[in-house]
């Protein structure tokens, strides 16, 4: 048989132009497939890990998917707020570690304003535990100062010293501007990957400031109070949207959370944010999977073209096949030949598909990590990854069934005869 194979590696190199860009069309599959993978499951952990070591979260009584959104992810609002009085005392829970408010209400140019304390930058974290860290400048000490996020300061060019104004509510465009009160950034944030990096960040007191000559959502007409007056005023808040809750032992996470539930002062709900993420990602991971079937079918497409340029060179490789069947090779032999010359240029697709994968990983990564916050790490194919492979091949032998059928019918007579 070894002429045999000698004759058909001579006959892919004759067509080695077709044959390449077939190889490479499923590469390119192959890459787009695993890459999809890959990415689906970076953003899953990503998402899961959007808020790390807390263990409650703390709202008025509402569903735990509404508070998972404006608590964590700054997305819509909340039913009603917790007072003071109802957050100090989860606060004074003596299983309680610490507690970081959260105030929502305002935004500036289309962005979440969340009002918290210095808490928020020493306990917070995302990822696998990882703290919220500054790019540059520090945090807010005075009434009138602000810390935004990485996404804020890209998109609206900001550094340390910028003045800003604050508006109230949370819509895209607001007419009612604190224009009489105006905020300096004195820090820019590093990007988390988190809504983190769409917030700009303030003390609880610069919430009560601006407010301070507000009532009902609406300035008092013919009441304005200066910023250098309000320091003359209570700044203490008299409620905040949520809290974060982490405990002193994760074991005590059950008996906090039904205390919390049964607090008797008003309606609260305490919910486990990593559980609640998780039901959340089962609402919204629809579309990933639609996103890898798409994949699916690039990968089809590809193994489809690889059918289809055998089938079609088959007509001229008649004389070839004769020659083979001439040579000794039965009807049997001249479909293995094919089938293995399709299974070939598949696993030989799936190989390069892995290094335009691993290629693309180390270029991209950077950008995926310092932009969208999402890892990809150059690590051996996942169990899997290995599977989708496995079915690439499986799905190529099979697509070599109709290139070896075709192959095994004609017959040396068909080979060797001349038809004008």
Known sequence: ???????????????RLTVGLTVLSVALSVALLLGVERLRNEARTAFAQTISGTDLVVGARSGPIQLLLYAVFHIGNATNNVSWKSYEAVRANPLVAWTVPISLGDSHRGYRVVGTDAGFFEHVRYGEGRPVQFASGRSFEGVFEAVVGAEVARALGYAAGETIVLAHGAGEVSFAQHADKPFKVVGILARTGTPIDRSVLVSLGA??????????????PGLAIPPEYVAKFDLSPK?????????????AVFQVQRSVNEYRGEPLLAILPGATL????????????????????????????????IVASLGERRRELAILRSLGAGPWDVFLLLAAESLVLTLVGC???????????????????????????????SPREWGLLGAVVAAGLLASVVPGLRAYRMSLADGMTIKV
């Open 207 to 220: 919430i009560e400031a601006l407010h301070l000559d507000w009532q009902g959502g609406a300035p008092v």
């Open 1 to 15: 048989m070894t002429p045999v194979l000698h004759l058909t590696w001579k006959s892919v190199l004759n067509r």
């Open 278 to 309: 998780q039901e959340l990602w089962g609402l919204i991971g629809v579309a990933e999977q639609a996103l890898l079937a798409v994949s699916a079918l690039v990968v089809l497409v590809g193994l489809a073209g690889l059918v289809a340029v």
């Open 239 to 251: 409620a905040i949207t949520a809290a974060l809750v982490g405990l002193k032992s994760r074991a």
């Open 351 to 381: 190989g390069l598909g892995l290094a335009l994968l691993y290629g693309a990983g180390a270029l991209l990564a950077s950008p995926l990590e310092s932009r969208f916050g999402l890892g990809f790490a150059l690590t051996a194919p």
